[in-house]
């Protein structure tokens, strides 16, 4: 942190910043520092631990994300209206590593899997957006989205050309006209973690195949995530017409 605070102040940056990092920034630091040193297993136990890792996490989010971006940056610099705020995760929660207890928090809600699966718990992930004056507030979507969207979004806002990404523009979402917004014929999800895996999603049915790099001609599983949201049972028994659209689209990208 340290490193980083100084390369921002080496640099050619305004008042309002060095001002942040001076009265916000570096006080919460030693807040946290020094409630940090005074941590041991001796003197707290797992779980009291755990409730001051969670209470970092959440002073971090909340001042150095929503209070220093939005009312100390955007808003001072008369920006408010004229800027859009993005806020998401690359991945959901992860492992029980550095501190993590998922299962404590109950970080993924009752979704099953986590960071490095393609079930919905490794997958699925917030996604917040603000712009004052064009997007209404405390308002939410269904809408079927991956990040690669994000260029074609970004490219429709700054009326620009992306070419071709795979991704939809949100930005009829975004400003309420979801008759304009267009859909995707399906969303591929790979990962080679844990024994390889490929999940792909039409509309409200989702495939998931696991043990790929073992099995790379094993079964798929299947399961409708309007009805069954935390993938508990699979389906694919009963719907060999959705399992055969699946194997024709993981072909045709293969």
Known sequence: VGLAVGFILGGAVSDLVKSLIDNII???LGIILNQASGLTEATFTVASATIKYGALINTLINFLVIALVV???VKKL???NNTIIMFSSDNGATFNVGGVRASFFNSVAGLRGLKMDVYEGGIRVPFIVR???KIKANTSSNIASVQYDMMATLAELTHS???NTDGISLLPEFMGKHDQQKQHDFMYFEYPENGGQQAIRI???KGVKTNVAKNPQGSWELYDLENDTYEKNNVASIHPDIISKIELIAKAII
């Open 78 to 80: 008369g920006l408010d």
């Open 203 to 205: 509309g409200k049915w």
């Open 71 to 73: 009312y100390f940056g």
């Open 161 to 163: 050309q992306a070419g």
């Open 26 to 28: 570096n006080p919460i």
């Open 131 to 133: 712009w004052p004056g």
